[in-house]
């Protein structure tokens, strides 16, 4: 069974840093492609950041370009999102997002839990 | 930045048809595949078309997905409506030129 395991969401306040953590099983992770996906509360789906299998081809919103950092350790199968200089406008539900190919084709197939930021004072 | 618009909301009755549209703002519908899914309510997205009109394994042959290049439009349509079909839907692409992905805004389902 596929299963896709945000964690590392918090509260914490404007300027500061936090670390997603995208846990994976039940398929073999370097054979795709991955994303973040974030919905803010009672709001549509905002795309993040898009990475490839072998972290060869990596994409962001410009809303975060600067900011944040995807990054992905195919031994461990797990991906990572590393967010600087956190705003309000960053809280939301954050998704780890399964591409069903191996390159950034953001053919999403399978959606994690996600994991809850809240930035404020 | 290329826009989705989707109506905000569309209502039907069980058993019937109801088809949502998601339009693009410029550039060509058909030169990027367009992606649909739903989201239950506190429930996580899933997929229901990918590549305009293929169906995930699991998703029931009442959901397909066209695409329609006199209107640049991309449309999701679900027919024998049950109340479980209640939900969001969202279209989706990649735009290979600007390397970004574009959601529209969401459509929210009633079944009446």
């Known amino acids: 069974e596929i299963q896709l395991v945000e964690s590392g969401g918090d509260l914490v306040h404007p300027g500061r840093s936090l670390r997603l953590s995208c846990s994976t099983s039940g398929f073999t992770f370097d054979d795709y492609a991955f994303h973040w996906v974030r919905q803010a509360p009672g709001k549509g789906l905002e795309w993040v950041s898009g990475i490839s299998w072998d972290s060869g081809f990596i994409i962001y919103a410009d809303s975060v370009k600067g900011r944040f950092t995807v990054s992905r350790d195919n031994d461990k199968s797990s991906l990572y999102l590393q967010m600087n200089s956190l705003r309000p406008e960053d809280t939301a539900l954050y998704y780890c997002v399964k591409d069903l190919r191996s390159r950034v084709a953001a053919t999403f197939d399978w959606w994690g839990q996600g994991t809850l930021v809240t930035v404020s004072s | 930045n290329v826009m989705l618009t989707q109506p905000r909301a569309v209502s039907e009755s069980p058993g019937k048809t109801v088809t949502i549209s998601c339009t693009r703002s410029?550039?060509?519908?058909?030169?990027?595949?367009v992606q649909w899914f739903q989201q239950r309510p506190a429930s996580s997205p899933t997929t229901v078309i990918y590549?305009?009109?293929?169906?995930p394994s699991g998703v029931p042959d009442r959901f397909s997905g066209s695409i329609d290049t006199s209107s640049n439009s991309a449309s999701l349509t679900i027919s024998g409506l049950r109340a479980d079909d209640e939900a969001d839907y969202y279209c989706q692409y990649y735009d290979r030129t600007s390397r970004i992905v574009i959601f529209g805004g969401g459509t929210r389902l009633t079944v009446l």
């Open positions: 590549d305009d009109k293929r169906r």
């Open positions: 410029s550039g060509n519908i058909g030169s990027d595949y």
